[in-house]
T-cell receptor
Framework: EAQVTQNPRYLITVTGKKLTVTCSQNMNHEYMSWYRQDPGLGLRQIYY???????DKGDVPEGYKVSRKEKRNFPLILESPSPNQTSLYFC???????????FGPGTRLTVT | DAKTTQPNSMESNEEEPVHLPCNHS???????IHWYRQLPSQGPEYVIHGLTSNVNNRMASLAIAEDRKSSTLILHRATLRDAAVYYC?????????FGTGTRLQVFP
């Protein structure tokens, strides 16, 4: 089954404790991206990657890092999480030949 | 980035058609009109997209105004499973810019 998976689905952590949210897709898509969703603000793009070793900032990249060492994986790294990064995070991917973007199930992160 | 305007919420009864409007008066000639929906506790899912002509697929139809300044997503027979937030998005670069969408309620 074609899908985007994220882990963990839920995470509660404390300020300053580094964490990684993994994202993997099994569709051989070149393009992958991360979004955060906050009430009243909709979904906003954090980072995106057009292919392996190619990443770029989205609209709200501060406080986040990403890497794209393999085509299927696109982890989101929070080096020093803060409470304002409490949010619902979505990973997405798409093929260059298609406009359809596939989203993962989401990761709900709480930083206390 | 060109913006879209949608009503905050709409209601429908089951098995009735639903017309979800979207205004995009600043659309450029190369912007595609995309619709995604987000079911409760899920990630967004693609519904349909178009450029100039009306489009149909298994999920919905997309009617695009001749001047492209507005469009309408049509669900031909709403089901309870169609209750979701529907996003109208203009796309011509590498990212989807989501607004706050229209929350559709479907009543039995």
């Amino acid at each position: 089954e074609a899908q985007v998976t994220q882990n963990p689905r839920y995470l509660i952590t404390v300020t300053g404790k580094k964490l990684t949210v993994t994202c993997s897709q099994n569709m051989n898509h070149e393009y992958m991206s991360w979004y955060r969703q906050d009430p009243g603000l909709g979904l906003r793009q954090i980072y995106y990657s057009m292919n392996v070793e190619v990443t770029d900032k989205g609209d709200v990249p501060e406080g986040y890092k990403v890497s794209r060492k393999e085509k299927r994986n696109f982890p989101l790294i929070l080096e020093s999480p803060s409470p304002n990064q409490t949010s619902l995070y979505f990973c997405a991917s798409r093929d260059w030949s298609s406009y359809e973007q596939y989203f993962g199930p989401g990761t709900r992160l709480t930083v206390t | 980035d060109a913006k879209t305007t949608q009503p905050n919420s709409m209601e429908s009864n089951e098995e009735e058609p639903v017309h979800l409007p979207c205004n995009h008066s600043t659309i450029s000639g190369t912007d595609y009109i995309h619709w995604y929906r987000q079911l409760p506790s899920q990630g967004p899912e693609y519904v349909i997209h178009g450029l100039t002509s009306n489009v149909n697929n298994r999920m919905a139809s997309l009617a695009i105004a001749e001047d492209r300044k507005s469009s309408t997503l049509i669900l031909h027979r709403a089901t309870l499973r169609d209750a979701a937030v529907y996003y109208c998005i203009l796309f011509n670069t590498d990212k989807l810019i989501f607004g706050t969408g229209t929350r559709l309620q479907v009543f039995p």
